[in-house]
């Protein structure tokens, strides 16, 4: 099993930065091979796709709403994924969740672990 925790989330203005956390813990001699994520799900909506990185941290995806904005990293020798916001709207407001796949198949993800999440909350 891996247990991911988000940290990081909390009250800011808009146009502020924020950067999250996904620390992992558990089997984490697996975990620097897994794909890792952001999704967010805001009141009323569904979860969605933010960003994905790769095992090697070369290869990044993001959703359109966040691309030139948003930016995810990560360290494999802190087992710990990032997420860099920049140029917060209310639009971002959300809650922020991180999940690995275990495949570790960049093309097709199928993330099987989650966090519990971390609100982000931009005010106008």
């Known amino acids: 099993q891996v247990q991911l925790v988000e940290s990081g989330g909390g009250l800011v203005q808009a146009g502020d930065s924020l950067r999250l956390s996904c620390a992992a813990s558990g089997r984490t001699f697996s975990v620097s091979h897994f794909v890792m994520g952001w999704f967010r799900q805001a009141p009323g909506k569904e979860r969605e796709f933010v960003a994905a990185i790769n095992w090697s941290g070369l290869r990044t995806t993001y959703a359109d709403a966040v691309k030139g904005r948003f930016t995810i990293s990560r360290d494999n020798a802190k087992i710990t994924v990032y997420l860099q916001m920049n140029s917060l709207t209310p639009e971002d407001t959300a809650v922020y969740y991180c999940?690995?796949?275990?495949?570790?198949?960049?093309?097709?993800?199928?993330?099987?672990?989650w966090g519990q999440g971390t609100q982000v909350t931009v005010s106008s």
């Open positions: 999940a690995a796949d275990s495949s570790g198949n960049y093309g097709n993800p199928k993330y099987d672990f």
